[in-house]
């Protein structure tokens, strides 16, 4: 059992010898963690507030409009909506998602 402990260690200095393998972090590197041991960010709370904000990532604003129909006409709000986010929320529609696309265009239209 001491010599296949002793036969996996020396495999791995070889490995790390031949820059197969990263040499393990200082304990004082905490910069160098890995993000796998750092907890999760919180799940973001999907709200109108956050439909709307132009500060909310594209990411997050499609995962809106493709899971969380009432929530879909605030997409209309947002000023960094993409065309094809508004093209989708238009024909996916939902509550309120007609009405939100009348006032969008006649803002447009009256400039």
């Known amino acids: 059992m001491i010599g296949r402990r002793r036969d996996k ?8 010898q031949r820059q197969r393998l990263p040499e393990p972090a200082a304990q004082s590197d905490e910069h160098l963690i890995n993000d796998m041991t ?15 904000s132009p500060d909310t990532d594209p990411e997050i604003l499609w995962h809106i409009a493709w899971h969380v129909p009432e929530l879909r006409r605030w997409l209309v709000a947002n000023p960094q909506a993409s065309p094809e986010l508004l093209e989708y929320v238009s024909q996916a529609g939902g509550p309120g998602v007609r009405r939100a696309l009348e006032i969008l265009l006649t803002s447009i239209e009256e400039g």
């Open 38 to 52: 750092a907890p999760p960010e919180p799940p973001i709370a999907l709200t109108p507030e956050v439909a709307c």
């Open 9 to 16: 260690a020396s495999r791995l200095d070889s490995l790390r």
